[in-house]
């Protein structure tokens, strides 16, 4: 591991080197990891060509857990009472815009709240257990809109828009709790 100096901020990176067409830059833990071919060793270009882009990653990363250190966990909802919420979330929400749920799945996620599968399956993150209500009611409504619209696109944030008209605070309180429940369970 190394570290560099990005305007104001000590970045720690990696560089890998893999048979890849293409040398990528990614942010995993608030470090950098640079994917190189094989055949390249000069990373300097990547780094000065995306430096806007990584400030702005890792500027973010560093707010957010600052962030943190001022929420607080529930640790009251048990699993039994967490399934139930869901559970009857997923029903009305569902019922509300006309969709049909298939399944309903809680596991613990490595990098995501929830997901909501092609046969209409929606899996919700266990960790989210611990958040307040609102963010679960949020997150639930977030995979069920995702059974008319499969991506992220324009047309789905409109429609997220029409229950919640300011989603973007909730997108970012979620990865401000993120940084308190990563390590759970």
């Known amino acids: 591991m190394s570290k560099i100096k990005i305007r104001d901020i000590e970045v720690k990176y990696h560089v890998f080197h893999r048979k890849v067409k293409y040398a990528r830059l990614e942010i995993k833990n608030g470090e950098l990891n640079l994917i190189l071919p094989l055949e390249i060793d000069d990373y300097q270009i990547l780094i000065d060509k995306h430096e806007k882009w990584i400030h702005q990653k890792i500027s973010r990363i560093k707010r957010l857990k600052n962030e943190s250190q001022k929420r607080k966990l529930d640790f009251s909802r048990g699993r039994e009472s967490f399934r139930n919420l869901v559970t009857v979330l997923v029903d009305e929400i ?5 969709l049909d749920v298939n399944h309903i799945t809680l596991r613990k996620m490595k990098t995501r709240w929830g997901s909501c599968s092609t046969q209409g399956n929606i899996t919700i993150n266990t960790r989210l257990r611990y958040l307040p209500e609102n963010l679960i009611r949020y997150v639930v409504h977030h995979e069920i809109c995702h ?7 324009k047309e789905y944030w409109d429609l997220v828009a029409v229950t919640y008209p300011n989603y973007q605070l909730l997108e970012e309180e979620l990865a401000i709790y993120w940084f308190l429940v990563k390590d759970l369970d």
Do not use: E, P, Q, W
Not at 94 to 98: A, L
Not at 147 to 153: A, D, G, T
């Open 147 to 153: 059974l008319r619209v499969r991506n992220h696109s």
């Open 94 to 98: 569902s019922g509300d815009m006309g």
